[in-house]
């Protein structure tokens, strides 16, 4: 069976989260390597052992384009066609504006008529039977789904799972023989200033390269403006990213992929964003096993005390629960009805300090920390509410794809 072969994509524990409501050119010249060979390394990424033997790598004057390579045969075109409401508009309107810049163009329907939208992506096959890792809003809602290889052959494709926290999909390509596949790398090895490579179809350009460097890591989705709370850390590089190149690997100078190609901020330049492979494998897993990813919900809307946000609270004329400028921890702005934490007895204006019995100072502190555990766990909260100190335990319910919020 396809899914027993994808068992290396295991890892332990459920990150997921608590529920909110709410390069210059002078820079790409290389004279030979850019950097001795790294030694023969091998590395967990939790239950899925990686083993990379760079000692017999040659990185010469050409090493980008050793690297794609190795690499490309595993990228793939995704075709998508959908059945929208005759109503939709032709901009796809309701769609965040980054997704609707990186998605590309995609024609609706004229009233009264039963044109399909039709967009386009990129992907990468991580098992040879077929499966391939792409971005929840390539295939979300698609009726149909080709895929184009780098040889030129066109297949069918099912989507096997899509999870919108991350913005990760996977997806079943039928093929009666076994497909090119990449070599996935390890994101927590990482750091700002390595060379990468960005592999896909940006603009309907196939097999497109272009190459960068990471520029920065851990991006959050509310500093890079992504419309509501993605459970990802970003890595952001300079490697031009377009329209087309979402879905498509991001790959280190080995050929290993190390990211998933994802977001542009309009109006940006030399600016682009990627989720890593560890949390990517991490997700894929999830949805090849049960075809969702199960998380952990209490139901708030979180925001940790900073001195900024402190004095945004002293100057809102709605704010009137008094917190002292020292105060350190997590405020609840909300609370939603009916939910773990409402029936635990949070309240909203309780700031708080921890979870589990370990320190928090911020609301993604807070998400992990429940996230860690399983649905239906208790966890001890430790909350601050007119002075006083006090504990309460909130059992744990499974996260719905669109909770009541």
Known sequence: ??????????????????????????????????????????????????????????????????????????????NIEKNAPATRSRENSELPPFLRDF????????????TPERGQGSGFIIDSTGILITNDHVVDGADKVTILLKDGTSLKGKVLGVDPLTDIAVVRIQSDKPLPTVEMGDSARLRPGEWVIALGNPLGFSNTVTAGIVSALNRSSSEIQIAGDKRVDFIQTDAAINPGN????????????????????????????????????????KLIKDGKVIRPYVGVSMVGLTPEILEQMKED????????????????????KGSPAEKGGVLKGDIIIAVDDKEVLDARAVQDAVGNRKVGDPVAFTLLRDKQTKKLSIRTVELQPTPTE
């Open 246 to 285: 979402s879905g498509g690997p991001l790959i280190n100078i080995y050929g290993e992929v190390i990211g998933i190609n994802t977001a542009i901020i309009s109006g940006a330049e030399g600016i682009g964003f990627a989720i890593p492979i560890n949390k990517a494998r991490e997700i894929a897993y």
């Open 317 to 336: 004329p709605d704010f009137k629960l008094p917190i002292p400028s020292t105060a350190k921890g997590v405020y609840v702005r909300e609370v939603v």
């Open 103 to 114: 998605f590309g163009n995609r024609g609706g329907r004229t009233p009264g008529r039963q």
């Open 1 to 78: 069976m396809w899914k027993q072969r994808l068992t290396w994509l295991a890892i332990s524990g459920f990150v997921a989260g608590v529920s909110f409501v709410a390069g210059s050119s002078s820079s790409r010249w290389v004279q030979g390597a850019p950097a001795p060979a790294a030694p023969e390394t091998s590395y967990q990424v939790s239950n899925a052992s990686i083993s990379t033997n760079r000692a017999a790598t040659a990185l010469g004057p050409n090493f980008i384009a050793d690297a794609v390579e190795k690499a490309s045969s595993g990228v793939v075109s995704i």
